[in-house]
């Protein structure tokens, strides 16, 4: 006896909420979630986790359970003409669920075409999503619905998914299947409930006509043949292990620092993509304090970009261990936000005239230039002047740090400028 085309996962999808597992704090007995699914005041929602947890079905057995008319799109092969096929339908007593499956692939001009039919309640929109909504879903759509995280399964979740299906599924039923250990099945499916049911199934199927099977985790690990780093260079991990990657360069670990930029390399990413993060890096974390080190960042985009891997690790160890081990200093960072701020409050305030260009004869006149002392006209190529608008006059925006690069920096401007800055 062989298994229906439909694939274990899809077998096994739950009918109800009382057979849905995991997401114990959304649907449990007291759940926010499942008290809003009992009472039908479903809002609008974004059910957003990594995948295999239960967000597709979640959404099924919503529209199951409030008895509402269910229309299911997937953003990856609709677009506008498909959403307004169905805002074009008439409804009933209630709002209709419109399930959108990564609903992140939609862009802007899609995403603002249900903008309309979700805030009169024309819709009640549930979008599944594998990124963080907050990047991926407009700002407009996102304040209309309530956010739903949804985590990984445990393992208490996935031993459970697996004892459903050798005691439901018809075909694992036929078979005498014992579960020596679980934990390379935990491990390939990585919180994932779909990859792990799939992956039963294909220890199962590879045993041929075997009527008892024992699962142990050398059959598992031989069968799956390899273990897939878990990082999706467009999902929300990608961003998790990029931070992690850029704040241990800044704590200075570079063993950590290596262990995160492997994780990457191991997974295929891009290494253009990590060695730009780490010029970044060199300019807002490290600056002045070794301004060698935004050199080397950039030497690095060009090596990557002309070697590829696999030899271009070498090269982007090599400038990590430089940047983790480089003396730090935020302070032109920290200088040009706190400029920018003041400049967003201070917009309204003149260039003084003494800086002003003169270029007409009338500009002259009216004092466009005059009064300001050309430098390399004085001794040591300074004088001292004010540059800034009248009204801030002696403010401090660029404050260098205590290492001994800038404490030179420091020194001068000590000399230069004196208190005026406060330096």
Request: contains cysteine.
């Amino acid at each position: 006896m062989i298994p229906t085309t439909a694939p274990l996962a899809e077998r096994m999808r739950p009918r109800t909420l009382d057979e849905y597992v995991g997401q114990e704090k959304l649907v449990g007995p007291k759940g926010p979630l499942r008290r809003a699914i009992e009472n039908n005041t479903i809002p609008s929602l974004i059910l957003w986790g990594p995948p295999g947890v239960g967000k597709t079905t979640l959404a099924f057995l919503i529209a199951e359970a409030t008895k509402r008319p269910f229309h299911s799109l997937s953003a990856v092969s609709s677009g506008v003409k498909d959403l307004r096929e169905i805002l074009s339908k008439p409804m009933g007593l209630f709002s209709p669920i419109l399930f959108i499956d990564e609903i992140h692939r939609y862009n802007k001009s899609q995403q603002d075409a249900l903008l309309g039919a979700v805030e009169k309640g024309q819709i009640t929109l549930i979008g599944a999503t594998t990124e963080n909504p907050s990047f991926e879903v407009n700002s407009a759509l996102l304040s209309r619905c309530q956010v739903y995280i949804l985590e990984a399964l445990g393992e208490k979740e996935l031993e459970e998914l697996v004892h459903q299906a050798l005691e439901k599924d018809t075909w694992l039923q036929s078979k005498t299947v014992q579960i020596d250990s679980y934990q390379a099945l935990f491990r390939l499916s990585g919180g994932d409930g779909r990859k792990l049911l799939n992956l039963l199934e294909l220890v199962v199927l590879g045993e041929g006509t075997k009527e008892d099977v024992t699962i142990t985790d050398e059959l598992v690990t031989q069968v799956a043949q390899q273990t897939m780093a878990r990082y999706d260079k467009s999902g929300e991990q990608h961003y998790d292990i990029i931070s992690a990657f850029i704040k241990s360069l800044r704590g200075g670990d570079p063993n950590a620092a290596l262990y995160w930029m492997a994780r990457m390399i191991v997974a295929g990413e891009d290494p253009v993509f990590i060695a730009r993060r780490m010029l970044i890096m060199a300019s807002e974390d490290i600056g002045n304090a070794n301004p060698t080190a935004m050199i080397m960042a950039n030497a690095c985009i060009q090596a990557v970009k002309a070697i590829g891997y696999p030899e271009c690790r070498i090269i982007l160890s090599q400038v990590a261990v430089y940047l983790a081990t480089s003396p730090k200093s935020n302070a032109s960072y920290m200088a040009i936000n706190e400029a920018i701020a003041l400049a967003e409050k201070t917009a309204h305030l003149p260039v003084p005239l003494a800086l002003r260009n003169a270029p007409t004869k009338l500009m002259k006149q009216i004092g466009y230039g005059k009064e300001y002392k050309y430098s390399h006209s004085y001794e040591g190529n300074f004088v001292q002047q004010n540059f800034l608008p009248d009204e801030l006059k002696g403010t401090t925006l660029y404050t260098p740090g205590q290492n001994p690069r800038e404490a030179e920096i420091r020194r001068s401007l000590q000399q230069w400028w004196g208190e005026w800055y406060g330096y």
